[in-house]
């Protein structure tokens, strides 16, 4: 079986103002090498991630969710290179910095490394044509988060989304089409951050296991089918008594893992309220490796969120008043960030891209011996995270409510 993160956009965008003051700004930038950095903003970036996990869950209560922090946490760190010194303080702040001692290159870090992961990550930032950037900006981000920068023409809004769209299918294979539909008037910046990830599993799944009407509890009175991938394999797993909850961690072939936590019934909001940094790591240390007789679901979720009210719930207010300072970005006045969008997509299979099989192999006989095996079926509302193997930063979080609702 083989799982596909298909492109995540998150979209900035960048209005003109009439009464913004504007003072210039530097920054210095350097990329951290030392694994102790990356734990430290693995744990940074989980707290950040449960926190606006946990706005979602109350703005979309009952419903799918699924987003990528690390993306999102990236693109505002990318933009605190471009504000104000008030601004970037209330960015990082929210992100979940501690000022008083964290260094500028432990901000670069939040580019998430990727070398030994099947994973895409990029930038596009398209900019009004008359707008002059900062050169300190310019490099940082292209170094940093590998940004590609387009001169823009926002006075045809229409032509104007044509082009980012168009940009953006050409840049990304053709997993992005038709990006920008509602493109407002006075834009004069538009940031897309995307990443995908492609990773098939190190224990795959066999479609001639797969149940293909199994029920899935939605809620206390709703049912629905869903096909349920089986095999007794074995998995890292644990029982966490004081979360009431079964965590199975499934491993990639590549530098990542999938972690499955299946709460009690009734017990879904009191795990999601507890989720921390410090809860994965206490089930890095608990997981054990054993026989497990696991059922998953095969299916696809998609989320897109409205950043910009979530943001402002958060803390992040000054980008987007009228007198947001963006001094570190260009010497021109009148910028706010108009919008900010997410969206993430999530499919789940046997299968991997493009032909992959998987072989088929001969069982033994294990109704006997199944028996003994602990038995883990995510047949009701589960979490689910993809995580960096070895820092076990965040690169993906959700709820799978209902399956079947792509």
């Known amino acids: 079986m083989s799982s596909f993160f298909h492109l995540v956009p998150f979209l900035l965008g960048l209005h003109a103002t009439t009464n913004a003051t504007l003072k210039g700004k530097e920054t210095t930038c350097y990329l951290p090498q030392q694994n102790e950095t990356l734990y430290k903003i693995s744990s940074i970036n989980a707290d950040f991630a449960f926190n606006l996990y946990r706005k979602f869950s109350v703005d979309t209560p009952n419903q799918n969710i699924f987003f990528s922090p690390v993306s999102i946490s990236a693109a505002l760190a990318m933009l605190s290179f471009g504000v104000g010194s008030s601004t970037q303080t209330q960015i990082l702040e929210v992100l979940g910095f501690n000022l008083t001692n964290t260094s500028m290159h432990l901000i670069c870090s939040l580019n998430f490394p990727k070398k030994e992961l099947e994973l895409q990550v990029g930038n596009a930032l398209f900019i009004a044509k008359q707008l002059k950037l900062l050169p300190k900006f310019l490099d940082g981000v292209k170094t940093l988060y590998e940004t590609d920068v387009f001169a823009t023409d926002f006075s045809n809004v229409s032509a104007a989304q044509q082009v980012i769209s168009c940009q953006m299918e050409k840049q990304t294979k053709g997993k992005i089409v038709n990006l920008i539909q509602d493109l407002k008037l006075n834009t004069i910046m538009v940031l897309v951050n995307y990443i995908h990830f492609k990773g098939n599993w190190a224990n795959p799944f066999h479609q001639s296991k797969t149940e293909d009407s199994s029920s899935f509890l939605v809620d206390k009175t709703t049912t629905v089918k869903v096909p349920m991938m089986h095999q007794v394999e074995q998995y890292h797993y644990l029982v966490d008594m004081e979360l009431n909850c079964t965590v199975l961690q499934m491993d990639y072939n590549k530098n990542a893992l999938a972690l499955f936590v299946l709460p009690k019934k009734g017990q879904m909001e009191w795990v999601e309220a507890s989720m921390s940094s410090k809860t994965l790591k206490k089930w890095n240390h608990l997981l054990q490796k054993g026989w497990v007789n696991t059922f998953v679901p095969k ?84 979490l689910l995270m993809i995580l960096e193997k070895n820092t076990r930063s965040i690169l993906f979080l959700g709820k799978v409510v209902d399956p079947t609702k792509v």
């Open 299 to 382: 299916f696809s979720i998609s989320a897109t969120y409205d950043l910009k009210l979530m943001l402002l719930k958060m803390g992040i207010e000054d980008p987007f008043a009228d007198n947001a300072d963006f001094s570190g970005l260009t010497e021109d006045n009148g910028l706010k960030l108009s919008y900010a969008a997410h969206k993430a997509t999530l499919s789940i299979g046997e299968k991997g891209s493009g032909d992959i099989t998987v072989s088929e192999v001969k069982f033994m006989d294990q109704s006997e011996s199944t028996l003994l095996h602990p038995i883990i079926r995510f047949d009701r509302t589960f």
